[in-house]
């Protein structure tokens, strides 16, 4: 086999990009990937000129998320992962990022704990369609991102502009209220819901009902475990929880690792 390069890749390789995921089973969309090119540098590996292995670092203020690390089933166990998780890390330092963050899958812990990540909570996936008693009245749509840069600003420690700027504008609904606000992107399926951030649950409940009632189908939800009245609250609308997943950090707090985050962006962002 020739020598394995790690390569920074272009919004030109999104196509790709989607298809090597897709190839595991995860449900990305172009739009989800013009987002990470967006607010993440984004690495990858090629055998024969197929793009067999990737993974992306969204940068944050002082901090960064690993994200879509993918190898392509047929070319496991051969270092693949490891080596583009090591171009990132490396990455991250150089930019002195103190505090990285992810989301594991049962596959990917053992290569993340061999790394220095550690388990910090969990992240629980519902989903379905919410069976709301009664309408409440809406709250606005999000049409400017500086609100929602003011309201995390309150709550948390980094900024994540370039991420909220790109799923704002990818959004297919939103909710903002004074001390809150919600988005949710299209998906083949029904839409994901994320972030919600609000400064307590009666507000986080308010977001998620006006987006219940813009969207009116299937959702999906990462919800922070640590959430237990939210999300059984989530449960009482109809929603059905389908597994969790072990949130993870190496190198400090992570800023968004909150208790006003009620729903992650998604597993990629945190």
């Keep these: 086999m020739s020598e394995m390069v790690v390569e920074l890749l272009s919004p030109r390789e999104i196509r790709q990009n989607v298809g090597l995921s897709n190839a595991v089973g995860w449900p990305d969309t172009e739009a989800e990937w013009r987002v990470i090119h967006e607010a993440a540098l984004v690495f990858g590996v090629r055998q024969g000129g197929e793009l067999v292995g990737q993974g992306a670092l969204g940068l944050y203020e002082g901090a960064g998320s690993i994200a879509k690390m993918v190898v392509l089933p047929s070319v496991r166990r051969q270092g693949i992962g490891a080596k583009i998780l090591d171009r990132i890390l490396g990455e991250a330092e150089r930019r002195g990022l103190s505090a990285l963050g992810l989301v594991a899958t049962p596959l ?16 629980v996936i519902t989903m379905g369609t919410a069976q709301l008693t009664e ?9 400017d991102a500086e609100p929602l840069l003011a309201i995390e600003r309150r709550f948390m420690a980094g900024s994540r502009t370039n991420m909220l700027c790109g799923r704002l504008r990818e ?94 962006a998604t597993q990629a962002w945190g």
């Excluded at 649950?201 to 308010?206: D, K, M, S, Y």
């Design 135 to 143: 309408l409440s009245s809406t709250l606005s749509q999000a049409s």
């Design 171 to 264: 959004a297919c609904a939103s909710a903002l209220a004074p001390d809150g606000f919600a988005l949710a992107t299209a998906h083949d399926t029904g839409a994901r819901i994320g972030p919600i951030v609000a400064d307590g649950e009666e507000t986080a409940r308010l977001l998620a009902s006006t987006l219940f009632q813009r969207l009116n189908g299937p959702v999906r939800l990462d919800v922070p475990g640590g959430q237990s009245a939210f999300r059984d609250w989530l449960l009482s609308l109809g929603l059905v929880e389908k597994g969790v997943h072990v949130e993870m950090a190496r190198g400090g707090t992570l800023p968004w690792h909150v208790p006003e985050r009620f729903c992650l």
């Design 108 to 123: 990917g812990r053992p290569l993340y704990e061999s790394r220095g990540f550690v388990p910090v909570g969990d992240v």
